[in-house]
Structures are given as structure tokens and as C-alpha cells.
């Protein structure tokens, strides 16, 4: 069982950085890969990046290359977001996410990231 929670989020200008983080219980997490989503109003939940179980391997979507980083800690149980250079277009809940072995998907509740231009 993994329970994940989101944190960081907030409201800030275009232009701006937040970090977001992904805290995880469980004795595992440092055996999974690890995704971040995100979700606009209206919007369908869209695939952000992710990174793989010791780091070594990250994927993002095109639109955040660049500007988006995505980092961990398994000592400390937690995986970030590094989110620099912020368009309006971010705004969106961010989730992250982990799928185990048996397939089954765990959630967070989400963070809430508001961009103004």
C-alpha cells in the first residue's frame, strides 16, 4: 500500500518558479517509478514527466522540456517537481502517481498551481 501526498503548489506570476513535492508512505517507493500529472478545468489529466525507481531515467512532455525538472529522494521518501520559467498554460492540479506491481494506481489529492499573466 503507498499513500501519496502533494505539496507546493500555490499562485504566482508568469515567469515564476514553485518546486512541488510528492511525499510517499510505504516501504517500497524507492522501488517504483514515480509520474507527475496535471489537470486543467475542463481539461483531461495529462502525463507532465516522470523518473525512474533510483533516478536515473526521467521523461517529460514536450511542452515543459526545459523548464520542468523531476528529481528524488528515497531516503526521504519524496519526489519533486521543479517547475521554472511558469506560463498561464501550467495552471492546473498537479498529481503524482505510482503504479505497483500489481498494477494498481495510487494517487495524491493534488496541489493546485494557478499562473497569471
Known amino acids: 500500500q503507498v499513500r501519496l501526498v502533494e505539496s507546493g503548489g500555490g499562485v504566482v506570476q508568469a515567469g515564476d518558479s514553485l518546486r512541488l513535492s510528492c511525499a510517499a508512505s510505504?516501504?517500497?517507493?524507492?522501488?517504483?517509478?514515480v509520474g507527475w500529472f496535471r489537470q486543467a478545468p475542463g481539461q483531461e489529466r495529462e502525463f507532465v514527466g516522470s523518473?525512474?525507481?533510483?533516478?536515473?531515467?526521467?521523461y517529460y512532455l514536450d511542452s515543459v522540456k526545459g523548464r520542468f525538472t523531476i528529481s528524488r529522494d528515497n531516503a526521504k521518501n519524496t519526489v519533486y517537481l521543479q517547475m521554472n520559467s511558469l506560463k498561464p498554460e501550467d495552471t492546473a492540479i498537479y498529481y503524482c502517481?505510482?503504479?505497483?506491481?500489481?498494477?494498481?494506481?495510487?494517487w495524491g489529492k493534488g496541489t493546485l498551481v494557478s499562473v497569471s499573466s
Open positions: 502517481n505510482i503504479v505497483d506491481y500489481n498494477l494498481k494506481n495510487y
Open positions: 510505504g516501504r517500497t517507493f524507492s522501488s517504483y517509478a
Open positions: 523518473i525512474g525507481w533510483n533516478g536515473a531515467n526521467t
